[in-house]
């Protein structure tokens, strides 16, 4: 529950310190002084948008800080342990806004987001309000009430998920699909590029190996004078080198018997004579494949002709001519497989439909099944609430589209009065009727979410008389299981409450102030006896608050 509630900087609030214990606690003060502030304040903690405009004129920062104790099996002490946050003498939730918009939010001790505090806080505090009473209304809210009472968080979570798929199986098959008009005359154009390719077929570092050759075929005759001449001159005339060689070799060979150091030049002249007459032998053979062929040549010059024009419509390079070839193959193999890549897309999108038309029918049952112990809780809460004859049937109607939520509209339906036929929630109840209503439902979820304490803003509007005796009856009864805190102007409400939280506002020197303090005894006393006969109540007033106290709290 909230044990401690601090605010400083906030609104018309300077400083303020706030112990709130269990049970039934009401705040009561003049209309305006104030009360909603508080509710305001805890809406920060909750997760809600923050603005700059809530800092106090004069002050630098608002703050915004709370204790709350959590039941030592609760999930959400399980969760916050194991992200590291302390939460074992209590939580502790902290807010601060800072006049650049900007703000620090703490969690157990440590750094966290608003985000956070909607996931774990939000949980833990209920804000009930008389806008609230207008989203009861709302058929969105109304589905979320009802998986709540349900508890299809587990089916909602798995709903969304096969939703998702589903959208995305949606657009996959849309997105292949409505390229089938643009595919046929891309294939034509892919084949006609790949003729020509496939025709010529290049090889990569083809196109330097024939300019080589042709080269070689313009200047035959230089190419055959040359190695020709080298042939003879190496090894084929009379005074060749190869002969040279030999005839310095045959001198030095008995000089080198004699003087040792001469061995090597022998062995080195040896080598060169080898190595001149190799060269020489393939002088010859290269001279030997030497031709002037004219017809060779003009193919030579065709192929490196067809060769660039398809470089310089493929990227500049043979490289890239071969790499777009392949490019271009890969990408007829695909759109030829298009019927099967249509087949495969088809059936993932039967798959995600039938998963999510199976989350779906799940939703519904459990739904269905929820409908009437829903109905049957609020419908007995609502006779306790001096609406006796009314009922609040829920119909559930079921449609052929899937969303995120299911296949289900859901839509609360109300009879006032007994032998009335039920119509829309939102036409026919009156604020009051809304009220004891949205108290109902508000009971009818008490024991299947783990929220701690509940906040009730004003959702007296609309009612008096015994109906706020029954009210103030049942919130008594409703917080004999969490913390309950109410902000009403009726007295009978107030009258029940086992503590009570004053709220004033005064102005002094230019400058307005709200002042919130707890009240017992007398001053209790003299705030129901206002709420009954005014700003100075009378004798007769001041008796009936008594009265009405120990009537409450016997």
Request: charged content about 25%; some cysteine; overall charge negative.
């Amino acid at each position: 529950m909230l044990t401690l509630l601090r605010i400083a900087g906030f609104a018309l609030i300077d400083e303020l310190e706030l112990p709130l214990g269990p049970g039934l606690t009401v705040i009561t003060g003049e209309t305006g002084a104030g009360k909603s502030i508080i509710v305001e304040a805890l809406g920060l903690l909750r997760g809600a948008r923050a603005s700059a405009d809530l800092i106090r004129t004069g002050a630098d920062e608002a703050r915004v800080e709370a204790i709350i104790e959590l039941p030592p099996q609760s999930e959400v002490r399980g969760r916050l342990e194991a992200e590291g946050r302390d939460a074992e003498d209590g939580l502790v939730v902290r807010r601060s806004l800072n006049r650049s918009g900007r703000g620090r939010v703490h969690l157990g001790g440590s750094l966290a987001t608003a985000a956070d505090l909607a996931s774990t806080v939000a949980r833990l505090i209920d804000i009930s309000s008389q806008h609230d009473q207008q989203s009861l209304t709302d058929p969105e809210s109304q589905l979320a009430i009802l998986d709540a009472f349900a508890e299809n968080e587990a089916l909602r979570a798995e709903m969304v998920a096969a939703h998702r798929a589903l959208a995305d199986a949606t657009l996959s098959l849309e997105a292949f699909d409505a390229d089938a008009r643009t595919r046929t005359q891309r294939e034509d154009l892919l084949k006609f590029q790949l003729s020509e390719l496939e025709g010529a077929r290049p090889q990569l570092g083809e196109d330097e190996a024939l300019r080589a050759e042709r080269e070689r075929l313009r200047g035959a005759e230089k190419f055959f004078a040359a190695a020709s001449r080298g042939e003879e001159i190496l090894y084929a005339q009379e005074a060749a080198v190869t002969g040279q060689i030999a005839a310095v070799t045959r001198e030095l060979q008995p000089l080198s018997a004699l003087d040792p150091t001469l061995s090597p030049l022998l062995e080195r002249l040896q080598t060169a004579q080898a190595t001149v007459e190799d060269v020489a032998r393939d002088l010859g053979r290269y001279a030997a494949g030497i031709r002037s062929d004219p017809a060779r040549l003009t193919e030579v010059e065709e192929r490196l002709y067809l060769l660039g024009r398809l470089g310089r419509k493929h990227g500049g390079s043979l490289a890239s001519v071969i790499e777009r070839w392949q490019a271009m193959t890969s990408e007829l193999n695909e759109i030829g497989s298009f019927e099967e890549g249509l087949t495969q897309r088809r059936e993932a999108l039967a798959r995600a439909e039938a998963v999510a038309r199976a989350a779906a029918s799940a939703l519904t049952a459990s739904r269905q099944k929820a409908a009437g112990g829903l109905e049957k809780k609020v419908n007995a809460t609502l006779r306790e609430l001096a609406l006796g004859g009314t009922r609040l049937p829920v119909l559930i109607e079921t449609r052929a589209e899937i969303g995120p939520s299911g296949a289900d509209k859901v839509q609360f339906l109300f009879a006032p009065n007994p032998g009335d036929p039920p119509r829309p929630l939102a036409r026919i109840a009156s604020g009051g009727e809304l009220s004891r209503v949205m108290l109902a439902v508000k009971q009818a979820l008490a024991k299947t979410d783990q929220v701690l304490t509940y906040i009730f803003d004003e959702v007296d509007a609309g009612v008096g008389g015994g109906a706020a005796d029954t009210i103030g009856r049942k919130l008594q009864k409703i917080a004999e299981d969490r913390q309950v805190v109410v902000i009403t102007h009726l007295a009978q409400i107030a009258a029940c409450a086992d503590a009570h939280i004053r709220v004033t506002k005064t102005a002094a020197q230019g400058r307005t102030r709200v002042h919130i303090e707890a009240i017992s005894g007398k001053e209790r006393t003299g705030e129901i006896a206002r709420m009954l006969g005014g700003a100075t109540p009378s004798a007769e007033a001041t008796a009936h608050a008594n009265q009405m106290l120990r009537r409450a709290r016997p």
